[in-house]
């Protein structure tokens, strides 16, 4: 991109065109006078902020707005087909997408079954983006980027994925490299809870929070760690795995056979915890039970606070959030039991809160890194309109 000196008419003309290509993103379509309005500058100003937008492929026409007396005010909006990407969540038997766009308009999630195929990380991804394009109606050539969450640890640096149990075909090393190469895409891959944690930051519980760890429960498990807004990945992106670390002896009287958290709190734990009497039943077919047993709910705050004590210990967060599919479907309730096992005199200000990111929070998370991303992309070109 062209540097623009400060000061100058041509440096005045991008910031406004930036200034106006954002009250478009926040509003909506809008017509000349009320971008006139929006911006404190004059009509004609704003005519010429919309025209330069207009060439450059950013905008375009996209109605009328009746305005009393005299003709109909054309209203102009964002393009959103020029640029679009695909968020997609890599489950263990299962991939979940969608498409984003620049407004970041609600398309159809879809999700593709993977037992009996094929697996490789250029295939999952090419499986997903046809799927979702297929499913919103928008031509997968304008999609150029992709935001992976996974159930594995990602070092951003050396391309390197571990902890990959869940991720048949996935190599160790090149993942990101091989699906850039073979589908043309610019690529983020990140750790599924990571990307959950985001989320919860932005519009889920912890918007408020100055630093708060997400304890996200399922099949695994899982921490994300976020410190004054910034999400915490370590050294070689493995922060926060924590079903592997071992149970401490507490755990026995619980669960004597457990090793480990993912043994005390895994997806098979809790099962048992709700009664699945050795029938096989996956944790998605009973954890609709949960709310309403306060015998497993108090089970499970007993042995929630034993990975939630570590945390408090070692980063004494100002909110944990109980998050994932068993913490959201303990709701309310299981926080307020695990906040009751918290010591007061050791952690008086901590909240204790449940996820409040909806059924989908990896693909919200990596939708909204997308978003910016794409509007990053086309903010650039706005140097290119003056």
Partial sequence: MNQIDPGTPTWLAARNDRTAFRLLLEHGPLTRSRLGELTGLSKPTASQMLARLERVGLIRPVGERSGGRGPNAITYGVRTDRITGVAISILDRAIQAVVVDAVDHDHPIVQ????????????????????????AGIDAATVSRVVIGVQAAFFVDGDELSFT???PGWPEVGARARIERELGLQVTIDNDVNLATMAER?????????????????????????????????????????????????????????????????????????GDGGSGETLAEVLPRLAHDDDALSAL?????????????????????????????????????????VDPAAHPKLAMRTSGTGAQPVLLGARQQLVEQIRDHLEADISLAT
């Fill in 112 to 135: 593709i079954p993977t037992d009996g195929h094929e697996r490789s990380p250029e295939g999952d991804v090419r499986a997903a983006v046809q799927a979702a394009c297929a499913e």
């Fill in 165 to 167: 149990d869940t991720m």
């Fill in 202 to 274: 932005s519009s889920g519980a912890a918007q408020q929070a100055s630093s708060f760890a997400l304890f996200w429960m399922g099949d695994g498990l899982g921490v994300g760690l976020d410190l004054g807004g910034v999400v915490h990945r370590g050294a070689s992106g493995g922060a926060g795995e924590i079903g592997y670390l071992a149970v401490p002896r507490t755990a026995q009287p619980l669960a004597p056979s457990a090793n480990d958290f993912t043994d005390l709190l895994g997806g098979p734990a809790v099962a048992r915890l709700l």
């Fill in 301 to 341: 705050a007993d042995r929630v606070i034993l990975a939630v004590n570590p945390l408090l210990a070692i980063l004494d967060p100002s909110m944990i959030v109980l998050g994932g599919p068993t913490g959201t479907a303990g709701g309310s309730r299981l926080a307020e039991l695990v906040a009751d096992r």
